[in-house]
Protein backbone atom coordinates (compact mmCIF):
# COMPACT_ATOMS: atom_id res chain seq x y z
CA UNK A 1 0.00 0.00 0.00
CA UNK A 2 2.81 2.56 0.11
CA UNK A 3 4.46 1.69 -3.53
CA UNK A 4 3.14 3.63 -6.30
CA UNK A 5 0.29 1.32 -7.74
CA UNK A 6 1.37 -1.57 -5.78
CA UNK A 7 4.19 -1.91 -7.92
CA UNK A 8 7.77 -3.09 -5.93
CA UNK A 9 10.49 -5.36 -6.53
CA UNK A 10 11.80 -8.06 -3.70
CA UNK A 11 15.33 -8.26 -2.68
CA UNK A 12 17.83 -10.13 -0.58
CA UNK A 13 15.46 -13.13 -0.49
CA UNK A 14 18.31 -15.72 -0.84
CA UNK A 15 19.03 -15.14 3.04
CA UNK A 16 17.99 -17.84 5.14
CA UNK A 17 18.02 -18.24 9.58
CA UNK A 18 19.98 -20.85 11.08
CA UNK A 19 19.93 -22.03 14.67
CA UNK A 20 23.68 -21.70 15.46
CA UNK A 21 23.24 -22.33 19.68
CA UNK A 22 20.97 -25.56 18.59
CA UNK A 23 18.32 -23.66 21.16
CA UNK A 24 15.56 -25.04 22.62
CA UNK A 25 12.74 -24.07 25.25
CA UNK A 26 9.19 -25.70 25.08
CA UNK A 27 10.55 -26.64 21.39
CA UNK A 28 13.77 -26.18 19.28
CA UNK A 29 14.26 -23.16 17.16
CA UNK A 30 15.07 -25.35 13.99
CA UNK A 31 11.26 -26.48 14.55
CA UNK A 32 9.75 -23.33 15.40
CA UNK A 33 11.22 -21.48 12.39
CA UNK A 34 9.95 -24.26 10.28
CA UNK A 35 6.39 -23.50 11.42
CA UNK A 36 6.43 -20.02 11.32
CA UNK A 37 7.71 -20.11 7.12
CA UNK A 38 4.87 -22.71 7.14
CA UNK A 39 1.93 -20.58 8.73
CA UNK A 40 3.73 -17.18 7.15
CA UNK A 41 5.20 -18.40 3.75
CA UNK A 42 8.13 -15.91 4.85
CA UNK A 43 11.63 -16.57 5.19
CA UNK A 44 11.98 -14.59 8.48
CA UNK A 45 10.37 -11.42 10.25
CA UNK A 46 11.13 -8.79 7.04
CA UNK A 47 10.64 -8.14 3.79
CA UNK A 48 13.08 -5.95 1.83
CA UNK A 49 11.80 -4.19 -1.46
CA UNK A 50 12.70 -1.17 -3.79
CA UNK A 51 9.83 0.87 -5.88
CA UNK A 52 8.49 4.06 -6.39
CA UNK A 53 6.23 6.35 -4.04
CA UNK A 54 5.09 9.80 -5.53
CA UNK A 55 7.87 8.73 -8.93
CA UNK A 56 10.64 8.90 -6.12
CA UNK A 57 12.71 5.64 -5.74
CA UNK A 58 12.40 4.24 -2.29
CA UNK A 59 14.05 1.15 -0.62
CA UNK A 60 11.48 -0.19 2.35
CA UNK A 61 12.63 -2.50 5.10
CA UNK A 62 8.68 -3.74 6.26
CA UNK A 63 8.72 -6.34 9.28
CA UNK A 64 5.50 -8.80 9.96
CA UNK A 65 4.86 -9.59 13.51
CA UNK A 66 3.32 -12.90 12.44
CA UNK A 67 6.93 -14.34 11.70
CA UNK A 68 7.57 -15.20 15.60
CA UNK A 69 6.81 -11.73 16.74
CA UNK A 70 8.83 -9.63 14.35
CA UNK A 71 11.60 -10.59 16.72
CA UNK A 72 15.38 -9.54 15.22
CA UNK A 73 17.92 -11.85 14.76
CA UNK A 74 21.08 -12.38 12.41
CA UNK A 75 18.54 -12.23 9.03
CA UNK A 76 15.98 -9.23 10.04
CA UNK A 77 19.58 -7.57 11.20
CA UNK A 78 21.22 -8.43 7.91
CA UNK A 79 18.34 -7.70 5.64
CA UNK A 80 18.07 -4.31 7.20
CA UNK A 81 21.69 -3.24 7.06
CA UNK A 82 21.91 -4.33 2.94
CA UNK A 83 18.90 -2.72 2.56
CA UNK A 84 19.72 0.41 3.65
CA UNK A 85 23.58 0.08 1.99
CA UNK A 86 21.82 -0.22 -1.05
CA UNK A 87 20.08 3.34 -0.24
CA UNK A 88 23.75 4.84 0.70
CA UNK A 89 25.15 3.24 -2.41
CA UNK A 90 22.37 3.99 -4.68
CA UNK A 91 21.69 7.35 -2.84
CA UNK A 92 17.86 6.99 -2.71
CA UNK A 93 15.58 7.39 0.68
CA UNK A 94 15.29 4.17 2.94
CA UNK A 95 11.90 3.75 5.06
CA UNK A 96 12.15 1.15 7.83
CA UNK A 97 8.32 -0.31 9.06
CA UNK A 98 8.82 -1.94 12.13
CA UNK A 99 6.54 -4.17 13.65
CA UNK A 100 8.37 -5.85 16.58
CA UNK A 101 8.60 -7.43 20.45
CA UNK A 102 12.32 -6.77 20.54
CA UNK A 103 15.87 -8.97 19.84
CA UNK A 104 15.26 -12.68 19.38
CA UNK A 105 16.81 -14.83 22.13
CA UNK A 106 16.78 -17.56 20.89
CA UNK A 107 19.90 -16.50 18.91
CA UNK A 108 21.55 -14.61 22.14
CA UNK A 109 24.35 -12.27 21.38
CA UNK A 110 23.82 -12.75 17.48
CA UNK A 111 20.72 -11.36 17.92
CA UNK A 112 21.82 -8.16 20.30
CA UNK A 113 24.59 -7.77 17.87
CA UNK A 114 21.98 -6.61 15.09
CA UNK A 115 21.45 -3.54 17.04
CA UNK A 116 24.68 -2.31 16.72
CA UNK A 117 24.81 -3.58 13.15
CA UNK A 118 21.67 -1.30 12.35
CA UNK A 119 22.40 1.34 13.91
CA UNK A 120 26.10 1.77 12.21
CA UNK A 121 24.12 1.17 8.46
CA UNK A 122 21.71 4.02 9.72
CA UNK A 123 24.50 6.41 10.82
CA UNK A 124 26.27 6.48 7.14
CA UNK A 125 22.89 7.01 5.59
CA UNK A 126 22.75 10.14 7.95
CA UNK A 127 26.56 11.00 7.33
CA UNK A 128 25.83 10.40 3.58
CA UNK A 129 22.43 12.82 4.08
CA UNK A 130 20.30 9.83 2.73
CA UNK A 131 17.21 10.32 3.81
CA UNK A 132 16.10 7.64 6.50
CA UNK A 133 12.28 7.70 7.83
CA UNK A 134 11.12 5.61 10.36
CA UNK A 135 7.58 4.13 10.63
CA UNK A 136 6.83 2.40 13.91
CA UNK A 137 3.60 -0.19 14.12
CA UNK A 138 2.05 -1.86 16.95
CA UNK A 139 4.07 -2.97 18.57
CA UNK A 140 7.63 -1.55 18.36
CA UNK A 141 9.53 -2.82 21.38
CA UNK A 142 12.56 -4.04 22.76
CA UNK A 143 15.70 -4.20 20.83
CA UNK A 144 14.41 -2.67 17.30
CA UNK A 145 13.09 0.28 19.51
CA UNK A 146 16.46 0.87 20.63
CA UNK A 147 17.98 0.67 17.58
CA UNK A 148 17.12 1.59 14.07
CA UNK A 149 13.83 2.11 14.69
CA UNK A 150 14.15 5.32 16.66
CA UNK A 151 16.80 6.79 14.29
CA UNK A 152 14.78 7.94 11.51
CA UNK A 153 15.01 11.73 10.17
CA UNK A 154 12.09 11.45 11.64
CA UNK A 155 10.14 8.99 13.21
CA UNK A 156 6.12 8.36 12.69
CA UNK A 157 3.72 5.92 14.25
CA UNK A 158 -0.30 4.96 13.80
CA UNK A 159 -2.45 6.02 16.18
CA UNK A 160 -2.18 3.86 19.82
CA UNK A 161 1.03 1.98 18.63
CA UNK A 162 3.02 0.22 21.91
CA UNK A 163 6.31 1.95 21.49
CA UNK A 164 8.82 1.35 24.56
CA UNK A 165 12.09 -0.45 25.20
CA UNK A 166 11.18 -2.77 28.33
CA UNK A 167 6.97 -3.71 28.82
CA UNK A 168 5.07 -0.99 31.25
CA UNK A 169 4.65 -4.36 33.96
CA UNK A 170 8.10 -4.50 34.04
CA UNK A 171 8.61 -0.74 34.67
CA UNK A 172 6.18 -0.43 37.47
CA UNK A 173 7.84 -3.46 39.14
CA UNK A 174 11.47 -2.09 38.43
CA UNK A 175 10.49 1.10 39.94
CA UNK A 176 7.71 0.63 42.23
CA UNK A 177 5.34 3.23 40.73
CA UNK A 178 2.42 3.36 38.88
CA UNK A 179 2.91 4.23 35.12
CA UNK A 180 1.00 7.29 33.36
CA UNK A 181 -2.33 6.69 31.43
CA UNK A 182 -1.26 5.87 27.90
CA UNK A 183 2.60 5.34 29.12
CA UNK A 184 4.65 4.03 25.71
CA UNK A 185 1.52 4.91 23.25
CA UNK A 186 2.30 6.53 20.41
CA UNK A 187 0.37 9.98 20.95
CA UNK A 188 1.77 10.05 24.88
CA UNK A 189 5.76 9.89 22.97
CA UNK A 190 4.71 12.34 20.67
CA UNK A 191 3.39 14.76 23.12
CA UNK A 192 6.67 14.23 25.23
CA UNK A 193 8.95 14.70 22.40
CA UNK A 194 10.00 11.22 21.25
CA UNK A 195 7.99 11.45 18.33
CA UNK A 196 7.61 13.72 15.40
CA UNK A 197 3.77 12.63 14.07
CA UNK A 198 1.18 9.99 14.95
CA UNK A 199 -0.24 9.13 11.19
CA UNK A 200 -3.41 7.06 10.47
CA UNK A 201 -2.41 4.14 8.12
CA UNK A 202 -4.65 5.22 5.59
CA UNK A 203 -2.52 8.23 5.24
CA UNK A 204 0.70 7.08 5.49
CA UNK A 205 1.00 6.69 1.74
CA UNK A 206 0.69 10.50 0.73
CA UNK A 207 2.15 11.66 4.16
CA UNK A 208 5.67 10.24 3.53
CA UNK A 209 5.39 11.34 -0.05
CA UNK A 210 5.15 14.65 1.02
CA UNK A 211 8.46 14.44 3.95
CA UNK A 212 10.32 13.00 0.69
CA UNK A 213 9.61 15.74 -1.49
CA UNK A 214 10.53 18.14 0.94
CA UNK A 215 13.60 16.12 2.25
CA UNK A 216 14.52 16.07 -1.67
CA UNK A 217 13.45 19.72 -2.21
CA UNK A 218 10.92 18.57 -4.84
CA UNK A 219 7.55 20.01 -5.85
CA UNK A 220 4.79 18.07 -6.97
Known amino acids: MLFDDGQYNLIDQNIFPQDPLQFEDSMKYSDRLKEHKKRTSLQDAVLNAEGKMGGIRVIISAMDFAFMGGSMGSVVGEKITRAAELALKERVPFITVSCSGGARMQEGVLSLM ?107
Open 114 to 220: QLMKTSSAIANLNEAGIPFISVLADPTTGGVTASFAMLGDINIAEPNALIGFAGPRVIEQTIKEKLPKGFQRSEFLLEHGMLDDVVNRKKMRSYIIKALQLFLNRSE
